[in-house]
């Protein structure tokens, strides 16, 4: 529809080389790159273009019109050129491949053709030309950059052919969608690339990551010079070195991770799903600088075995997670996964802190391999089960050896801050809540009702956020407000938020009844007073 301007000679001139157009950078003029553009003409440049990023790539037509226009107003060029008076005499033909469509716009009475073809993708195919027709077909198909886009949007919404099939069906649009063989290897192509854009995002977020903890380090460390202004060379070295939490020549970095596996619920009851993920996202550039993905199936590996072959065709292979194993267990694998990732990779970091949930099993997994020390420290076949707690296996309080539990092979730094964060410790003392809840059901005693429940989980919350400058063993000390004032004990309030202290503020006696219910907090009632309770009912 843009090239309406354009006379019929210089048709045949564009013909095979159809582009998408290029956009506009919102200053005006082509984006850079495109060395000419068919229609910036001079009234064009003079015009404001405050919309050019919207200007479409493509836009629906109807077919039936763009053929009756074709076969009723045209003319074709050639017999233009040879009769005085010619009649129309053009048709037009369409191919598809999957979601591109090709136009073949031809004369029934001459030779003439023009094809419209839609953009193609940059030959990744090398070699002749192939000779069976099925086979050069299904390489049309993947020659059109229309049909990787839609594998992309099938990824993007979660949906496989039949939801793409469905979104065209409501368009109006008839794709000859192929075989599922073809949208396969565009996935894969697709998979590959994506993997190794992945890679490289992740590696110059780390770099970002640590160029971010460097320079918070120099805040800090200049900040301490001043406090501390006889501080030698060496000692400012060691200062800097600490604040980096240098561990070799490697720099700590700060990550939080955390993960989730896919859920689907049929009826009643949910399963978990075979696939999950665990993101590491750096503490000060807030970008993922770590990303493990996780599934404990593969169809290719899977038919292979059901056919009894002894090796499957070769493929991008995604299991990478014994099917035996829980879902949560993921979790933890991930976090010691990061670990592992970021020191032995090129980035010159090391994870030192990692904020998590209260997961022991992360926690307990973040360790070196107490197996793999004792084999350094005194040689494999040196010790054994009788000998380690000689050798100084670490005992536990109830005097008995610890499980080796740690996952991190010895040419991994361990973490040396293992954090909680605030969400999942919030939430935490929501499922206690919760838990008082569902035991007083049980007992049919009077317990927490739901709402006390919503308030105390939400209640912990604005705590939390609203006192993170306190010091720690203040912070959990006052924590119990949260308590006690549902039990009218407010020693540990605070008059911006506690209605009673307000209230005990206030000289005016009508507003501090309104301020304050002294009824709506509950009683303390110890054993002894229920049972007083009971005899003065009985
Ligand atoms: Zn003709
Ligand atoms: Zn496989
Ligand atoms: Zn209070």
């Not at 301007?5 to 013909?15: E, K, V, Y």
């Not at 009702?449 to 209640?459: A, G, P, T, Y």
């Not at 306190?470 to 004990?489: A, E, I, P, T």
């Amino acid at each position: 529809m843009r090239r309406r301007n354009l006379d019929t000679s210089s048709i045949a001139d564009i013909a095979g080389n159809w582009k998408t157009p290029t956009r506009r950078t919102p200053e005006g003029g082509a984006a850079s790159g495109s060395t000419t553009s068919t229609d910036t003409s001079p009234e064009k440049e003079n015009e404001p273009q405050l919309f050019t990023a919207m200007t479409p790539v493509n836009v629906i037509v109807s077919l039936e019109m763009l053929t009756k226009t074709f076969v009723d107003v045209f003319l074709c060029p050639r017999c233009c050129q040879q009769k005085n008076n010619p009649k129309p005499s053009l048709q037009v033909e369409c191919l598809q491949f999957g979601l591109a469509t090709k136009t073949h716009i031809s004369c029934k009475k001459c030779s003439f053709v023009h094809a419209l073809t839609p953009l193609k993708q940059e030959k990744i195919r090398p070699g002749p030309k192939e000779s069976s027709p099925t086979k050069r077909e299904s390489n049309r198909f993947h020659d059109y950059s229309i049909n990787y886009l839609g594998a992309l949007l099938q990824q993007k919404l979660g949906m496989g052919l039949r939801g793409l099939e469905m979104i065209m069906a409501f368009l109006g649009i008839a794709p000859s969608y192929g075989s599922g063989d073809k949208w396969t290897r565009i996935f894969n192509t697709i998979g590959a690339v994506e993997e190794a854009v992945c890679n490289e995002v992740i590696l110059a977020n780390l770099q970002e990551e640590i160029r971010l903890t460097k320079q918070h380090a120099e805040i800090d460390l200049s900040n301490w010079v001043e406090t501390n202004p006889d501080a030698t060379a060496a000692d400012k070295e060691a200062k800097h070195n600490s604040l980096l939490m240098m561990e070799g020549d490697k720099i700590g970095i700060t990550i939080g991770a955390d993960g989730a596996w896919q859920k689907r619920a049929i009826g009643r009851s949910s399963y978990n799903s075979t696939t999950g993920h665990n993101f590491g996202v750096g503490g000060y550039s807030n970008k993922i600088v770590s990303l493990q993905c996780y599934s404990k199936h593969c169809q290719i590996c899977e038919e292979a075995t059901k056919k009894q072959l002894e090796e499957p065709r070769q493929h991008r292979c995604p299991k990478n997670f014994d099917a035996a194993r829980s879902a949560k267990s993921m979790e933890a694998q991930g976090a010691a996964q990061h670990c592992i990732e970021v020191a032995t990779g090129p980035s010159g970091a090391y994870i030192a802190g990692v904020v998590t949930d209260d997961d022991s099993t992360t926690r307990s997994n973040l360790k070196h391999s107490l197996k793999e020390t004792f084999n350094q420290r005194h040689g494999e076949g040196n010790w054994n089960s009788r000998t380690k707690r000689q050798l100084g296996w670490p005992v536990g309080p109830d005097n008995k050896l610890v499980k080796d539990t740690g996952k991190l092979p010895l040419n991994v730094p361990t973490p040396k801050f293992l954090h909680s964060d605030k969400g999942h410790r919030i939430r935490g003392v929501g499922y206690a809540a919760f838990d008082c809840k569902s035991e007083a059901k049980v007992k049919n005693d009077k317990g927490l009702m739901k709402v006390e429940c919503l308030n105390i989980k939400r209640n912990m919350g604005y705590y939390v956020k609203t006192n993170q400058h306190l010091s720690d063993d203040d912070f959990n000390r006052r924590g119990m407000c949260v308590l006690q004032h549902l039990f009218n004990d407010h020693s540990l309030c605070d008059i911006k938020w506690c209605t009673h202290l307000k209230a005990q503020a206030e000289d005016d006696p009508v507003k501090k009844a309104k301020l304050d219910n002294q009824n709506k907090y509950w009683k303390v009632e110890t054993a002894e007073e229920k049972k007083l309770h009971k005899k003065a009912e009985g």
